[in-house]
C-alpha cells in the first residue's frame, strides 16, 4: 500500500507492507488525517523530540528516530475487516475515530510516531477495536478527523483552575490556540481573549467564539485586564480585597510554544494567574523565576488528552457545541503531503490541511 514516509529527514511518497489485524485489532482505509504542528517539527528534529520524551520518561527505547516512520495521529478512518477476537459490535464500513495508540503483542504503539506501524499518511491502518469510537452520521469526515486535535485544548481547559467568570487569555491562535478556544467557549468560560498576529488566524478564533480578538502588533492583550475587571498588582488586588470585592482568576493559555513567550507572559500576567503552558517549546528557554515568585503566578504544563476527554470532544464536534466548519482549509492527496508541510510554514496559506491518502 501507498504512504508517506519519513526517511532521512525527507517525506517520501512510498509503497510499504501490508497489513494483517492481530487479536482485538481491526484494519481501517484512512479517509482523512490532519497535519499537526509536532509532525512539521518532527520532520527535522525527531531524534531531538524523542530524545526529549525518553528524558521526561515517554517514550520508549524499541522507537528508532532515524529509521523509517509514517506520520498521522489525527484522523478519521473506516473499518475493513477484523482480527481474531474482536467483537464486531461496529460494523465494516462505519467511519470511526481513535486515540492515536494501537495494543500489540509487544505492548503500545503510538501511531505516528511507530517504527512497526504505519499512521494516517498511510492509505491503511490498523486500531484497537475497543478504542474505537463511530463518528456520528451528520458529523463530516474533515470536522471527525480534528476530534484529537480538539481534545488537545479540551485537557488544557480541564487543567486551568478557572472560576466563574473568569477571563481568559489565549496566545497564539494556531491549531492548539484555537482547540483551547472552542474547549472555553464550549465549557461555557468567559470573556475569551485571543492574540495572533496572523489575520486569518485571529478570524478563525473569533468564528470559534473568542470574545475579544487582537493583533499584538497594534496593541498588548495585556491591557484588557482592568478593563474586564481583572486588577493586574498585588497591591491593586489587596485593596479590592479590603474593600470586601472579589475578582475572578485570570489564566493564560501559552499556545506557541517558542523561546522567550513564556517569560514575557510571567512578566506582563496579573499577579495570581495561572499560564496553562500547551504550547511545545523544543527549545531550551530561560524564565526568570524571581519575577513569578513575587507574583505568585502558577505555571501548569499540559500534554495530550484522556480517553474521557476525547470521546467528549467528538461529542461536542457532532452535536456542533463546537463549530469546526471551515477550519479546514487545504486537503492533500500523498503526493502533496510534502508540499502541504512547506505551505503550513506560513499561518496566512492555512489553518488546518488534512491528507487523503486515498484520494
Known sequence: MRAVVRRNKQLVCDEIGELEPAEGQVLVRTLACGICGSDLHALHHMEHMIDL?????????????????????????????????????????????SMPLTMTAGGMEALGFSNRLPGGFAERMLLTEAMLLEAPNGLPTDQAALTEPFAVGAHAVAK?????GSVALVIGCGPVGLAVIGAL??????????????????????????DIVIDPAKESPHERWEDLGVPKTRAA??????????????????????????????EAAPAGAQIVVAGVCMESDRIEPSIAITKEIELSFVLGYTPEEFAGTLRRLA??????????????????????????ADPEAHVKILVEPCA
Open 53 to 97: 520524551s525518553r528524558r521526561a520518561g515517554g517514550m520508549g527505547t524499541g522507537f528508532d528516530p532515524s529509521a523509517d516512520t509514517v506520520f498521522g495521529h489525527e484522523f478519521c478512518a473506516e473499518i475493513l475487516d477484523f482480527g481474531p477476537g474482536c467483537e464486531r459490535r461496529l460494523k465494516a464500513g462505519a467511519r470511526v475515530v
Open 237 to 266: 488586588q489587596a485593596l479590592l480585597r479590603m474593600m470586601g470585592k472579589t475578582f475572578a482568576r485570570p489564566v493564560v493559555f501559552e499556545c506557541v510554544g517558542a523561546p522567550g513567550v513564556l517569560e514575557a507572559l510571567i
Open 185 to 210: 467557549k464550549a465549557a461555557g468560560h468567559g470573556p475569551v481573549i485571543a492574540a495572533d498576529f496572523s489575520p486569518r488566524r485571529r478570524a478563525a478564533a473569533e468564528r470559534l467564539g473568542a
Open 319 to 344: 452535536e456542533a457545541v463546537i463549530d469546526v466548519s471551515g477550519l479546514v482549509t487545504g486537503k492533500t492527496p500523498l503526493e502533496g503531503v510534502a508540499q502541504a508541510f512547506r505551505d503550513l
Open 160 to 164: 486551568a483552575r478557572l472560576d466563574k
